[in-house]
């Protein structure tokens, strides 16, 4: 058995793309069609149906799935407990993690820890909140950047309040205004982020005294940032999923301040790994601030 055919097997099935896969591993697209041509060959059967939109599994790649990702949990275990009795922080640290925190944090983020334990290989898993949080619970990953709440069977270090803002057109008769109240909005066509997307704001828009009209339901947040630009109604966001970006809109404080606790969540420290300890620590100890810019040096 070659425990390296299941990773590509387990990257092709996350993408459903097999050079997407490639790309996320650093293989050629051949290595990676080889690799699964051999497992298939290995297996006796089919894992993959290829069509112009990507690969899916047949029903047979579905009933080892899951055998699969145990067996690659196993072993990455297995060589975590080698490092930990040598006392070496080495090996695999998956990471959940959603948009701004990819932009803005993660390169400074990777580079200084990198430094600091060269031993040590991300493995990243982009998401939205509520694929994140799942993702902790099924031990698919290790931590992943949250905010709060998070379910209590999650350990959760808060490392970051990032301000929530309005967005709108610069030419909005709010834009005259330096803060804007719920008040304000709740009156305005409203651009909201998909469902997982979208938790800061259902949190701040609880309080208002009725429910915004929801004109727009958009999947990731340039789609909303362009149309709030653009004049098709108006959304919130907090200030870090909004920098840097090159959309003409105006951004205006909520009244009284609003935020988003950005963190980082496990389950319970004791059944951590020393690679996730030693980041969680890392992560404790380091002004994440200093890295909000680090992806544009």
Not at 143 to 149: E, I, N, V
Not at 199 to 226: C, E, F, G, T
Request: hydrophobic content about 45%.
């Amino acid at each position: 058995m070659n425990s390296n055919r299941y990773e590509i097997f387990l990257k092709v099935v996350e993408l459903g793309n097999i050079t997407r896969a490639a790309e996320a591993l650093s293989y050629t697209q051949s290595g990676v069609s080889h690799a699964i041509a051999a497992l298939e060959k290995e297996t006796g059967f089919a894992l993959f149906r290829r069509s112009s939109n990507g690969v899916t599994l047949t029903d047979n790649g579905k009933q080892i799935l899951e055998r699969v990702r145990s067996l690659v949990n196993q072993q990455r275990s297995l060589a975590q407990t080698i490092a930990n009795i040598n006392h070496v922080v080495a090996g695999t640290l998956r990471v959940g993690t959603f948009t701004s925190v990819s932009a803005q944090w993660l390169p400074g983020i990777i580079r200084s820890f990198s430094q600091l334990y060269p031993l040590v290989e991300f493995e990243l898993l982009d998401g939205n909140y509520d694929e994140i949080t799942e993702w902790l619970l099924q031990g698919k990953i290790d931590c992943g950047f949250l905010t709060a709440p998070v379910p209590e069977a999650l350990h959760f270090r808060p490392l970051k309040q990032d301000p929530l803002l309005v967005l709108l057109e610069p030419g909005h008769p709010l834009a005259e205004k330096e803060t804007l109240a719920l008040e304000d909005i709740i009156k305005e066509p409203f651009i909201m982020p998909m469902k997982g997307s979208d938790n800061d704001i259902q949190a701040v828009l609880r309080n208002a005294p009725s429910l915004p009209k929801v004109k727009y339901i958009l999947n990731d947040d340039i789609s909303v940032m362009a149309m709030a630009a653009n004049g098709f109604g108006i959304s919130i966001m907090s200030e870090l999923m909004i920098r840097n970006v090159t959309f003409r809109m105006a951004a205006r404080p909520l009244n009284p301040p609003q935020y988003r606790n950005i963190g980082i969540a496990s389950l319970p420290v004791g059944a951590a790994t020393v690679v996730t300890k030693a980041f969680l620590r890392y992560l404790s100890d380091t002004d994440v601030q200093q890295f909000d810019s680090a992806a544009n040096k």
